[in-house]
């Protein structure tokens, strides 16, 4: 019997089923975890959310996502703080400590990135007082570098891990998400680090498709049909003392355009043969 | 008037034109360095090409390119030795100390990158010497991390520099084109080490465009026309000491079909606006 005790369902992978449907999904095909996007939960309603994975017995691996911390302006800054805070507000209702943030991009027309980087850190400084006394981790993702100008200026571990420093890492984390790191020269070296300083808070796995999608952010794929070495990257998870919830997130859409049980399954067979037996 | 005498056009940017082409272009528009590409040079002739510019009083500012050193059968890895031998014994006759190095992605259906980049590492061992006989500095080109899997798999400046080390800097270079490395958040702390290390052979200049193109390679632009601050960067580059050409390398489908003295007019506008004042 294969353990999928660990496997959780990033609701972005079966992107056209409301919240109801991804919990009645992962509790089918024996899922034990469920990692919602913000619109899903809102979507359903926060407190029928929370309610209804509660009752289906499943957990929150995560909340996706806060962020988008760059504005430069005093307006913006606050409406991104106030975003931020409902969005630790709603981790806490979801019963996750874990919520994600995708840090944001250059603000229009902006090509300073040593400023829009600093602006991501004081935002920060302003966010993790409220997320402590809320018991929510604020989880910084690098994302690839193709995404660095209108998504995240946070695009490498050792980057996310640097800008973790002056917070307890209860209160701020990093996540290794395989799509956006497996490249880099210094991932075995970060990942060991992220594990020392105890802040490795997620592992997300989908695989990296060549040739890239014309729409670059649809360019993931199921666990084997890319270019990532998911022994290797498990093997230096697992070596960190990771023992979390190993999500799937995949945007694809082949993979959103079919049936979401037939997805469910090819999820587990590839975590199965491709992830498990590394981590 | 505008100072053109580190104004460098790369081959690539005027792609439809021959050499002969690229030569009276660059002449009539007071160029006066070209860098071409092997397959422009080949179609006139080494020779030929040599003579082509030289008569036309330009120079070769760089030799694109070598590289594609990942191959995982001897079979492969020689005939990539002999190609960069070949290569380098062009940039000889071209009259250009430096050659670019492309390194190479993974095999296919490899997914250990760790294992395609010692090859590289070795290779360059490999080459390193008839480059130091024929006084050919091999230059390490960083490719941006969404080229890694298919293209380099040295993917920042620093990885770059790491490979270099066991190499004199007459041997063995990096180049810093700026569609490549803009994202990196650790590029201003490694052009810096470039140039206390005496590597900084090529800074090339072009702009990231957004959104990223539905082929990613042809995402460049001119400068101005997307994300990249360069006058950060250019001042990061020259007080890293380098005083070499400036090379313009656009791969645009656009610019491509637009007439080639079209192109060398908005170079010249952009360059002068944009890139000179910094550097």
Redesign the interface.
């Known amino acids: 019997m294969t353990d999928f005790s660990r496997l959780s369902l990033n609701s972005a992978t079966t992107k056209k089923w409301t919240l109801a449907q991804a919990v009645e999904g992962c509790v089918a095909a024996g899922i034990p975890a469920i990692g919602p996007w913000r619109d899903r939960v809102e979507e359903a309603g926060l407190d029928k959310a929370a309610k209804l994975i509660k009752d289906a017995g499943l957990r929150v691996s995560s909340l996706c996502r806060g962020g988008f911390l760059t504005a430069p302006d005093a307006e913006g800054q606050a409406a991104a703080l106030a975003d931020n805070r409902a969005a630790i507000l709603e981790a806490v209702a979801l019963d996750t400590r874990e919520l994600f943030l995708v840090v944001g991009g250059?603000a229009p027309g902006e090509?300073?990135?040593?400023a829009a980087?600093r602006r991501v850190a004081d935002r920060l400084a302003d966010l993790v007082p409220f997320a402590e006394e809320n018991g929510v981790r604020l989880v910084l993702e690098p994302l690839?570098?193709?995404y660095?100008?209108?998504r995240a200026?946070?695009?490498?571990l050792?980057?996310a891990l640097?800008l973790a420093v002056p917070f307890a890492a209860e209160a701020v984390g990093v996540a290794v998400d395989t799509f956006h790191v497996?490249?880099?020269?210094e991932l075995?070296a970060q990942i060991e680090r992220a594990g020392r300083e105890h802040r490795l808070a997620s592992y997300q796995v989908c695989d990296?498709n060549?040739?890239?999608a014309?729409?670059?952010l649809l360019s993931r794929g199921y666990m084997g049909d890319?270019?990532?070495?998911f022994q290797?990257i498990g093997t230096w998870v697992r070596d960190a003392g990771y023992t979390g919830d190993i999500e799937v997130e995949i945007f694809n859409q082949e993979i959103w355009d079919a049936d979401g049980n037939t997805v469910l399954e090819t999820v587990k067979e590839r975590y199965a043969r491709l992830v498990l037996p590394y981590v």
Chains 1, 2 share one sequence.
């Not at 090509?111 to 040593?114: K, L």
């Not at 200026?153 to 490498?156: C, E, I, N, P, Y």
């Not at 890319?226 to 070495?229: M, Q, S, T």
Request: no cysteine.
């Open positions: 250059l090509r300073d990135v040593v980087r690839h570098p193709m660095a100008a209108d200026l946070v695009s490498t050792g980057q640097d497996w490249w880099d020269p075995k990296f060549m040739p890239i014309a729409d670059a890319g270019v990532i070495d290797a």
